[in-house]
């Protein structure tokens, strides 16, 4: 599962999110350790395993945290290990269930923000902004989606697939092409990998040329992330890490031998700045970026948590 | 007209541009200028009227071979603009004819050194321990790098991949059989490396009277990061990129190619319904470009008008009807 993930085999940071945590259940129901302690330990280490797997994804590390803290108390208060089993199947259901929730309630509120006739610009994949799309759509207020393909894992393909199948009239572009049809855009919608306490927006690389681009043409750039992909590290000063992917996604290995000594970097995240964001639609309703330090201290005690310090 | 069939060795330039066999801006323009060059030397026409039927055919055959050129009209455009300076001033056929065959011949001289003197006027342009960023294959880019590189100047290259034909990776093979250092990144990634960059250079496929580029799809995002980002963009580009029907309002058309370069016909015929568009070029305007290097010299953006002027002579509609360029498309 963890090679799964790592593969890039799950697609935008909420289905990873889903498939990670459903493992980590699925570790702990199987789980053979003889205590608590042992039991804790085991799940820790593999719930470490699966956030580093994917380090920008912070609903993952949110999620995870969720759960490991939530078994920590129970091991501290006395249950054995069939009773932490549960707590941990438990605690994966129910965030699981508050994602599905917080999905349909970004699309219910992200819609309103869509007028009639509205052309969209998807960037990436992304759970929440399908789900503001098909929302939309439901309202009847007949969008047109351009999606730019997203090199080099080309996520836009798998975007356009979900959005045909909404029959929302769909049109495939490359990356480059974003500024040539910018001024046939009226939003500018993205998902996000994560949120800083500064309002920065991490998601899928060329986000920031897109929100760049979008700002200086009047396009509004929307945001579509769920509170817990708000990182709470950002408060205390932590950068959020951003990973570089394999090299054999830019040029294959076989290509790459006619180019001996070239270096190539794949960074898969950008970091587009707040100013550049009119607005994040969170299932808590529409804030602008600079809101995201309300939201993460609103949240203190469920994000925050108590185990801050050990990640 | 004085003579209906055409010398061969027009003929076969006419054939071999029409079916490809001469390729790149720079070759089509000489080729084409070639032919006229033959026209004015073979012509057997006795009064200049007759001189001016012959190679107005020539020209327009030209035309007609391969409709989305910017270089190949602009050649004939010099070479008839001469002429036509000529036969105002003199009725002798043979001073009309010398004026042809001499701007003939400064234009593919020219045009044969301009990648070169690019290359060393934008060198000086580009500092020792400078981080450079391009985009797509652009030989006048190139040559700046280039010379850069042979003069001493220790320089680090980022090539952008440049989807979806990937023009990049022969930018990078070039560049690295010089020894010069390389980084590939996706296009989407250049915005994520612009602080590491110090110049931004690339090349033109054309330039409008107002300044603007019109380049490989991607040019005007890069430029625009580059700008926010205090980075400098350098054009590199040879004189007949600049378009003259700019300078009468007309705009620069562009070229949508294959779906097919997007996503495979096998995966397109599962999503029917997906649109797909494909445009090869997009418009970067000039406040995002410091200098356009041209072989005649370093310009701003805004003196594009001047470059346009001093080669091409004032264009009039009626002029524009008779060496019209289409769209711009890229080549195959």
């Known amino acids: 599962m963890v090679g799964r993930i790592r593969g890039k085999e799950f697609r935008g940071p909420t289905l990873v999110t889903q498939a990670a945590l459903r493992a980590l259940s699925e570790a702990s129901r199987v789980s053979t350790s003889h205590s608590p302690q042992e039991f804790v330990l085991e799940q820790s280490v593999f719930g470490d395993l699966l956030v580093k797997t994917r380090p920008t994804a912070i609903l993952l590390a949110n999620g995870v945290r969720r759960v490991i803290d939530a078994v920590r108390m129970g091991a501290d208060q006395g249950s054995n290990v069939p009773a932490l089993q549960e707590t941990v199947s438990k605690t994966v259901d129910s965030f699981l269930v508050e994602i599905k929730q917080s999905v349909d309630k970004i699309g219910e509120i992200g819609a309103r923000r869509l007028r009639s006739g509205d052309t969209v610009l998807c960037y990436g994949y992304s759970t929440s902004v399908l789900s503001i799309v098909q929302k939309a759509q439901e309202l009847g207020k007949n969008l047109r989606v351009i999606v730019s393909e997203s090199r080099p894992e080309l996520e836009g393909r798998l975007m356009a697939q979900e959005l045909l199948k909404l029959n929302v009239p769909t049109t495939m572009i490359i990356d480059s092409a974003v500024s040539y049809f910018i001024k046939d855009v009226d939003r500018v919608l993205t998902g996000a990998d994560a949120v800083s306490a500064n309002g920065a927006v991490i998601n899928k690389i060329g986000t920031a040329t897109v929100a760049a681009i979008a700002h200086l043409s009047r396009v509004n750039v929307f945001v579509a992330a769920s509170v817990y992909k708000f990182s709470p590290e950002t408060i205390l000063g932590e950068r959020i890490e951003i990973e570089e992917l394999d090299h054999s996604l830019v040029i294959s290995r076989e290509l790459m031998t006619h180019f001996k000594g070239m270096e190539i970097r794949n960074p898969a995240f950008d970091v587009t700045p707040p100013d550049h964001i009119d607005l994040i639609v969170t299932e808590r309703g529409v804030i602008p970026p600079q809101g995201a330090i309300m939201i993460l201290r609103q949240h203190e005690t469920g994000l925050l948590g108590t185990g801050l310090a050990d990640w | ?332």
């Open chain 2, 1 to 332: 007209m004085s003579s209906v069939t055409l010398p061969l060795e027009i003929k076969q330039i006419t054939k071999d541009i029409k079916e490809m066999r001469i390729r790149g801006a720079g070759k089509l323009a000489r080729s084409a200028v070639r032919a006229l060059m033959v026209m004015c030397e073979e012509s057997s026409a006795t009064n200049v009227d007759d001189f001016l039927g012959d190679i107005r055919i020539v020209s327009r055959a030209l035309l007609e071979t391969r409709p989305t050129a910017v270089s190949l009209p602009n050649g004939i455009r010099y070479v008839m603009h001469r002429v036509n300076i000529a036969q105002q001033k003199t009725d002798d056929l043979e001073l009309v004819r010398l004026a042809g065959i001499n701007a003939a011949e400064e234009f593919i001289a020219n045009s044969k050194t301009a990648i070169e003197r690019i290359g060393q006027i934008g060198a000086r342009r580009i500092k020792d321990g400078d981080v450079l960023m391009t985009h797509c294959n652009s030989s006048a880019a190139i040559a700046v790098i280039k010379t850069a590189w042979e003069t001493g100047k220790r320089i680090h290259v980022y090539v952008t991949e440049t989807r979806p034909r990937f023009q990049g990776r022969i930018t990078a093979g070039i560049l690295l059989k010089l020894g010069i250092p390389v980084t590939m990144i996706v296009d989407d990634a250049a915005r994520y490396f612009m602080k590491d960059i110090d110049k931004v250079v690339v090349g033109a496929d054309a330039i409008t009277a107002n300044g603007a580029i019109v380049n490989k799809i991607g040019t005007s995002m890069i430029a625009l990061a580059a700008k926010e980002s205090s980075v400098r963009t350098f054009v590199a580009a040879e004189t007949f990129k600049f378009s003259p029907e700019t300078m009468i309002g007309e705009a620069v058309a562009i070229e949508e190619r294959r779906n097919d370069e997007l996503i495979s016909e096998s995966e397109l015929r599962e999503l029917p319904k997906l649109e797909i568009k494909n445009p090869s070029f997009d418009v970067t305007p000039p406040e995002y470009i410091d200098l356009i290097i041209t072989e005649k010299g370093i310009i701003p953006p805004q003196g594009a008008i001047l470059v346009l002027q001093e080669i091409m002579g004032a264009i009039t509609p009626e002029e524009l009807e008779e060496y019209k360029t289409f769209t711009l498309a890229e080549e195959d």
